[in-house]
């Protein structure tokens, strides 16, 4: 059986703020739709803040605090809930941390055919230029499009979900797979499935002449 | 009543083994303390407490972004955006989910992201939890949470060095494994299972022990 859930040094990673974005945000989306993980993950982020009230102290400038006292009247409370411009339906679907790649609803964002039942939609990310990110909507019993790449492959499972050989994965679920992984995995027969995936792809890989280059690769 | 006439020590204090204590300050800053401060400054908009929480604070806000790899200059300007954040958000400090430096850590780090990386961090938001209904174990880590004053930091200081060193290396120098793994001289197999070693010791019980 695979895992379908994050593993503790990912975690860590992410408490810490040292994933890059792409990887991030689908630790965050992850978290946001997996009670289990969403509760262990407090526990880690304790650890940063435990870590902090041990560590040393440099002093600041004479006039730190004085400068910042002095930008506290122009700072009004900041209210906590933000509106969202989704469409209630995208709401529903997609949790908090990604809804912000999401623009104005999913039926906007530009899908594309990927082979058989198969949709794929980019979501643009400033900065991650050797990752792709994407929303992929597979249709029920259709096979989920294979990744040739070299990095590391993230999946998370928004509505749906699929079988990867004796293991199920379902809303919430979070799946790494390497290069050398040869699955095949299946969208539910009933439902279909709608995911999130993150591609680590190296740099030798793309480029300018990116498809030019690798005209194997099926992305 | 002011919040200093209502402070009092508690028997479990955090004591931590800060080398440079103010002289200036007077009572040790318990979790309590914190908490008091926090409470007067979304409520009341207390400069007074504001002001001692940044000496509190700041320091060693200023040293987290340095060893994140940040110059002085820059540090202190993360440390001072990071305490107005604090004054902005205060309202939003929860007690019941996490201590006062966890949730600053957390400022602190989105500022680091933000002022270092450039980039933004895709964070999780209360907002998505309320409708949920907590199950037992999380509220038996939300009490660790609160409770983080002498009972995490015993088990930090108590983990075998190699652990408490890819640990904290990991928190404070926005470094991939792979880059640990390559300034210790180790596989990167190691500081992963270095990594996962620690945490299985930090983590209070859970339901899903593995």
Same mark, same amino acid.
């Given at each position: 059986?695979?895992?379908?859930?994050?593993?503790?040094?990912?975690?860590?990673?992410?408490?810490?703020?040292?994933?890059?974005?792409?990887?991030?945000?689908?630790?965050?989306?992850?978290?946001?739709?997996?009670?289990?993980? %969403?509760?262990?993950? /407090?526990?880690? &982020? @304790?650890?940063?803040?435990?870590?902090?009230? =041990?560590?040393?102290? #440099?002093? $600041?400038?004479?006039?730190?605090?004085?400068?910042?006292?002095?930008?506290?009247?122009?700072?009004?409370?900041?209210?906590?809930?933000?509106?969202?411009?989704?469409?209630?339906?995208?709401?529903?679907?997609?949790?908090?941390?990604?809804?912000?790649?999401?623009?104005?609803?999913?039926?906007?964002?530009?899908?594309? %055919?990927?082979?058989? /039942?198969?949709? &794929? @939609?980019?979501?643009?990310?400033?900065?991650? =230029?050797?990752?792709? #990110?994407? $929303?992929?909507?597979?249709?029920?019993?259709?096979?989920?499009?294979?990744?040739?790449?070299?990095?590391?492959?993230?999946?998370?499972?928004?509505?749906?979900?699929?079988?990867?050989?004796?293991?199920?994965?379902?809303?919430?679920?979070?799946?790494?797979?390497?290069?050398?992984?040869?699955?095949?995995?299946?969208?539910?027969?009933?439902? /279909?499935?709608?995911?999130?995936?993150?591609?680590?792809?190296?740099?030798?890989?793309?480029?300018?002449?990116?498809?030019?280059?690798?005209?194997?690769?099926?992305? | 009543?002011?919040?200093?006439?209502?402070?009092?020590?508690?028997?479990?204090?955090?004591?931590?083994?800060?080398?440079?204590?103010?002289?200036?300050?007077?009572?040790?800053?318990?979790?309590?303390?914190?908490?008091?401060?926090?409470?007067?400054?979304?409520?009341?908009?207390?400069?007074?407490?504001?002001?001692?929480?940044?000496?509190?604070?700041?320091?060693?806000?200023?040293?987290?972004?340095?060893?994140?790899?940040?110059?002085?200059?820059?540090?202190?300007?993360?440390?001072?955006?990071?305490?107005?954040?604090?004054?902005?958000?205060?309202?939003?400090?929860?007690?019941?989910?996490?201590?006062?430096?966890?949730?600053?850590?957390?400022?602190?780090?989105?500022?680091?992201?933000?002022?270092?990386?450039?980039?933004?961090?895709?964070?999780?938001?209360?907002?998505?939890?309320?409708?949920?209904?907590?199950?037992?174990?999380?509220?038996?880590?939300?009490?660790?949470?609160?409770?983080?004053?002498?009972?995490?930091?015993?088990?930090?200081?108590?983990?075998?060095?190699?652990?408490?060193?890819?640990?904290?290396?990991?928190?404070?120098?926005?470094?991939?494994?792979?880059?640990?793994?390559?300034?210790?001289?180790?596989?990167?197999?190691?500081?992963?299972?270095?990594?996962?070693?620690?945490?299985?010791?930090?983590?209070?019980?859970?339901?899903?022990?593995?």
């Amino acid at each position: 059986m695979m895992e379908t859930r994050i593993d503790d040094a990912l975690m860590l990673d992410y408490a810490a703020g040292s994933l890059a974005e792409p990887v991030a945000l689908a630790v965050a989306t992850h978290l946001s739709l997996h009670d289990e993980a %969403r509760a262990a993950y /407090g526990a880690v &982020e @304790a650890i940063g803040g435990a870590i902090l009230s =041990d560590l040393e102290e #440099v002093s $600041l400038s004479n006039g730190a605090l004085g400068a910042v006292l002095d930008r506290l009247d122009g700072e009004a409370g900041e209210p906590s809930l933000r509106r969202c411009e989704l469409d209630s339906a995208t709401r529903s679907i997609i949790p908090a941390p990604l809804q912000a790649y999401i623009g104005k609803s999913l039926d906007s964002l530009e899908w594309k %055919r990927r082979g058989a /039942g198969v949709e &794929e @939609a980019r979501l643009a990310m400033s900065g991650a =230029d050797s990752y792709k #990110v994407a $929303l992929l909507r597979i249709e029920p019993g259709r096979a989920m499009p294979q990744h040739s790449h070299c990095g590391a492959e993230y999946t998370v499972v928004l509505q749906g979900a699929y079988r990867d050989g004796d293991t199920e994965v379902k809303s919430g679920d979070f799946c790494v797979a390497d290069a050398d992984d040869t699955h095949q995995p299946v969208a539910d027969p009933k439902e /279909g499935c709608l995911c999130l995936i993150v591609l680590d792809e190296p740099v030798r890989l793309t480029g300018a002449w990116g498809w030019v280059i690798n005209p194997f690769l099926k992305h | 009543m002011t919040i200093l006439e209502t402070t009092r020590i508690r028997p479990r204090s955090v004591t931590g083994t800060m080398p440079q204590q103010s002289a200036q300050r007077q009572l040790s800053a318990t979790e309590t303390d914190l908490r008091q401060l926090m409470s007067a400054i979304a409520i009341d908009r207390d400069k007074q407490a504001f002001a001692r929480l940044f000496s509190h604070f700041a320091p060693k806000l200023k040293a987290y972004g340095m060893r994140a790899g940040a110059d002085p200059q820059t540090a202190e300007e993360i440390a001072q955006e990071a305490m107005v954040a604090v004054w902005r958000k205060a309202a939003s400090f929860n007690p019941e989910k996490a201590s006062v430096s966890t949730w600053l850590f957390t400022i602190v780090r989105n500022k680091r992201i933000d002022m270092l990386r450039r980039e933004s961090r895709p964070d999780l938001k209360e907002e998505d939890f309320l409708h949920l209904d907590q199950p037992a174990e999380t509220q038996d880590e939300t009490y660790e949470a609160r409770e983080t004053g002498s009972v995490l930091h015993s088990k930090i200081a108590a983990l075998p060095p190699d652990q408490a060193e890819v640990v904290r290396k990991a928190f404070y120098e926005d470094k991939s494994h792979r880059a640990i793994a390559e300034e210790l001289g180790l596989p990167l197999g190691t500081v992963k299972s270095r990594i996962r070693l620690a945490l299985s010791r930090l983590k209070t019980h859970l339901a899903d022990d593995e």
